[in-house]
């Protein structure tokens, strides 16, 4: 599957972004979708999950009560709403897919996008 992320930005500290990740190539329903976050100088990081049907997400401890992660299977589409931007969340953001159960850890992934960036300033 390939995946086109985009929506990246500046913003200041406190703002909003949306990323969206569109998909392509094969069923997109059959993948649980996820954004990881890579930062200069730091290891790419887990940041949200969704699984196949959207029923259920999950997130990382840094972003939780913050960040929204959705999907539209009808537009092959996974989102990430970001809202109460920190400084800290500069970093290139990535979608991600796995045919597994879950996608919270790096190894599962079978499939990245291209990563877009994300910039909050103070």
């Known amino acids: 599957v390939q995946l086109q992320a985009s929506g990246g930005g500046l913003v200041q500290a406190g703002g909003s972004l949306r990323l969206s990740c569109a998909a392509s190539g094969r069923t997109f329903s059959n993948y649980v979708m996820g954004w990881f976050r890579q930062a200069p100088g730091k290891e790419r990081e887990f940041v949200a999950g969704?699984?196949?049907?959207?029923?259920?997400?999950y997130y990382a401890d840094s972003v939780k009560g913050r960040f929204t992660i959705s999907r539209d299977n009808a537009k092959n589409t996974v989102y990430l709403q970001m809202s109460g931007l920190k400084p800290e969340d500069t970093a290139v953001y990535y979608c991600a897919a796995t045919s597994k159960r879950t996608i919270s850890v790096l190894g599962t992934v079978d499939y990245w996008g291209q990563g877009t960036q994300v910039t909050v300033s103070s």
């Open positions: 969704i699984t196949w049907t959207g029923s259920s997400a």
